[in-house]
């Protein structure tokens, strides 16, 4: 079963393919947001570099947020349109789970972190189990500060992963300590591969969705909806 699966959710632009267990190939991009110019290329170069059609992809996957809004609506629109014209099954992957499964830390909360701005990070908290994943949380957008709130009074060690991990790292080790860790360095960012596994296991257990039901999941407003929500707020109390 061959999967295909793409991360635009940040600054990461990030394609893989895998065959069952077997990774045949990964592009990773982490320079700028430029994805709109460089997914679909790099679809294909990947694609002709493992001498494969898109006829030959089982499943098209896709992670689908939160994360950067623009670059959630490339990733998805760009895998909806290829697997709805060759009428093919779609799996949506949430941006946290793909990354907590980067962290491969079983001795450790896993705690994913993306910059959403303004000192607020997208998170959720998980735990390896014999299966895979665990998500113990709900997928939350909150200020750092209050994150941090929910360890420094527990014994748990935490295991740091993600984009946010960059600007909070000094932060989050002076709080925590010795409780806290973080991913490798190289897997501390999006990763396709991630996407694409968490995708197989998805579809071997008959997730399987129709393309025109993917739709990205952006856990809060846009910057631009908040505004426009807050100035008709005001309005109404003049």
């Known amino acids: 079963m061959k999967v295909l699966a793409v991360d635009t959710s940040s600054t990461v632009a990030a394609v893989a393919i895998i065959d069952d267990e077997v990774l045949l190939g990964e592009y990773f991009i982490n320079n700028r947001k430029t994805h709109s110019q460089k997914l679909m290329p790099m679809i294909k170069e990947l694609m002709d570099s493992l001498g494969l059609t898109p006829e030959d992809i089982d499943i098209y996957a896709a992670s689908v947020g939160p994360g950067s809004f623009t670059g959630l609506r490339i990733g998805v629109t760009s ?40 000192n607020q990070v997208y998170t959720a908290l998980y735990r390896f189990v014999d299966k895979g ?17 929910m360890f420094v009074n527990t014994g748990n060690k935490v295991c740091f992963v993600g984009d946010g991990v960059d600007r909070h790292r000094e932060y989050l080790h002076n709080e925590l300590g010795e409780k806290c860790s973080f991913a490798p360095h190289n897997l501390i960012l999006n990763k396709a591969s991630s996407v694409a596994q968490l995708a197989l296991t998805a579809a071997k257990a008959g997730k399987l969705e129709n393309p025109v039901d993917m739709v990205p999941f952006y856990l809060r407003k846009s910057q631009a909806e908040q505004e426009y929500d807050r100035r008709c707020g005001d309005k109404t109390h003049e």
């Open 133 to 149: 994943i665990s998500k113990e949380s709900e997928y939350m957008a909150l200020p750092i500060e209050e994150l941090m709130h």
């Open 79 to 118: 895998i909806k349109a290829m697997a709805y014209a060759l009428e093919k099954p779609v799996i949506s992957v949430p941006t946290l789970d793909a990354l907590a499964y980067n962290a491969q830390d079983r001795s450790a909360v896993i705690c994913p972190i993306m910059d959403a701005r303004n």
